[in-house]
Structures are given as C-alpha cells and as structure tokens.
C-alpha cells in the first residue's frame, strides 16, 4: 500500500478538525439555546472561536480540493500521453544456450510514443515493458520498463529456466535491498517466475544472450522476422564486451566498475512505484500455453 503524501494528510487533518470545530459548536448551540430559554443568539455570539475557526478551514480545504484535481487530471494526462502513438515490436530470437544449443523464443516490446516524459536520448519514446515466450517449456516472461526491469540472460539448466535482470537505478535497488551483483535471478518453477538468491543461479551461465536494443534510430531499423545471433552481435554493443571478457558478463567480477552501484544509490530515494517487476500477461500474444505464471 502506498503512503499517503504530506498535502493528503494536512488536507486529511483539517477535512477533521473543521468537522470537530462544526459539531462542538452545533452542542455548544443547542445547549446555550436551552440555557437562554429561546433567546436567538448568532453563532459568531455563541462560539466566536470555533465559528473563525470553521471559516479559516475554507480557503484551505478549497486548496485541497484544487490539489487532488490537478493531481487526477496529471494521473489522466500522463497516462493518456503514453498510450498515444505506442509502438508494439514482436520479433522471433534466436537464444544460444551455454551447451551449444540454440532456441527460438517469440519476443515483444511496447514503448510509448511521442509521450510523456521524452528526452534527447529517448526520441522513439519509454519502454514501458519486456516480454518474451517459449511454447515448448510453457514459459512467459512480462516486465516492467519503468522501473526497468530488461531481462538479459534467459538459460535453461538441468531443464530449469534462468534469467538475470539487471537494475542500476536507485528505485530498482532499493526495491530488492541493494543487491551487491547489481541484478536480481529468477527461476522458473511451478508455473511461474521465482526469485532466487545469486548464489542459487547457475555459475555456468556466463554470457548474455538475449537482444538488448532491438530499437532502431528509425522505424525501418526495428528488429522484425527472425533475429539470428549474428544479427544480434551487429545491433549489441554488448557483445563486444563478451569478446573482450570471454563472455563473462554476469559474475560479480566482470565488471569492476560496477561494483557496488547499487549500494551507491541509497538514501533519499521518493516514489510512487511499486516493487512488483512483473506486468499482467498480453492476451493472445503467446496462445500457445496458458499464459497465467507471470508471478514470482
């Protein structure tokens, strides 16, 4: 549940204290009334304080209200912005596993469109989630993409599935306690996504072998039909860093620099995001399993 905001409790506190102002007055009228045997006194006679009191919450309570108005029409606006002109990429992708096995699994994406918030580096718009399927496991797989929460690894082992995401920002990390490996591992059991702890991931899976960027500058860049591994090391920068490093990519130790980023970002983090990393499942995109274990 999301804790209310400063201005919700003030507005909430006078909303009570007029309400308690009102009342006590309305007793201290009926009992006056009784007391002067009919005599007709005004209120600001009878109870000058609480009646200056009740009037000076006016203005603010008025405040409140203009307050939640704007806030509802900004909820309505932004949400209206990221609807317009989104963009679903659906491609095929080839996945090479650590044994020398290549899958193709189905792979969709959805960014707004020239909404809300835009900058210079995300001129197609925001990703807004992640998704992917493989049929012959039943697996399926739909995050979020603010907070970003891009798979980069899916592995299959002793015929269980892994993925690792990676998170560097500050919501992502304090969400899942700063992890000190920068990502957070996923197993699929039961029918759905279990979170795991890095030392339950298998050390075996060294490299990164899901698309990260299958966005091109320009619509007619997009990934579409079948995306083979080669296309990939073309549009990913990242597997040049898996040349250099002999794939490995996911241990704690590949990358130096990146030590502790996530411990780097605590304290004074503010949000009105949630933890959950997965997103209800798109109808029809996968119809050939249920596709109802999007939950960890």
């Given at each position: ?62 405040a409140c209200d203009q ?50 918030p835009i900058n210079g ?83 075996e899976i060294r490299r ?89």
């Amino acid at each position: 549940m999301k804790k209310p905001r400063l201005w919700q409790v003030a507005c909430l506190r006078f909303r009570q204290l007029q309400a308690v102002a009102l009342r006590v007055g309305w007793l201290r009228k009926e009992r006056i009334a009784q007391q002067t045997a009919g005599q007709s006194l005004s209120a600001s006679q009878q109870y000058p304080r609480l009646a200056l009191m009740a009037l000076l919450f006016i203005p603010l309570l008025s405040a409140c209200d203009q307050i939640e108005k704007s806030r509802q029409i900004g909820k309505a606006l932004e949400q209206a912005f990221s609807d317009i002109g989104a963009t679903a990429l659906v491609w095929d992708e080839e996945v090479p596993l650590h044994d020398g096995n290549v899958i193709v699994i189905k792979r969709r994406e959805v960014k707004s469109g020239d909404g809300f918030p835009i900058n210079g580096m995300n001129k197609r718009g925001i990703t807004r989630s992640y998704e992917f399927c493989y049929p012959p496991m039943g697996l399926y797989w739909k995050s979020k993409g603010g907070p970003r929460y891009q798979p980069e690894i899916l592995e299959i082992v002793d015929g269980k599935a892994y993925v690792k995401v990676p998170i560097s920002g500050p919501e992502e990390c304090m969400f899942h306690d700063y992890p000190t490996t920068n990502s957070i591992y996923f197993v699929w059991e039961d029918g759905g996504w279990k979170k795991i702890p890095y030392e339950a991931f298998p050390q075996e899976i060294r490299r990164t072998n899901l698309l990260q960027n299958p966005w091109g500058k320009k619509p007619e860049d997009d990934a579409r039909g079948l995306v083979t591994q080669s296309e990939k090391e073309k549009r990913d920068g990242i597997y040049g860093a898996m040349r250099r490093t002999k794939g490995r990519i996911q241990s704690q130790t590949d990358y130096p620099s990146m030590h502790d980023a996530c411990e780097r970002q605590r304290g004074g983090v503010r949000t009105t995001n949630t933890p959950e990393v997965f997103l209800t499942p798109t109808p029809n995109f996968c119809p050939q399993h249920n596709q109802g274990g999007n939950t960890p």
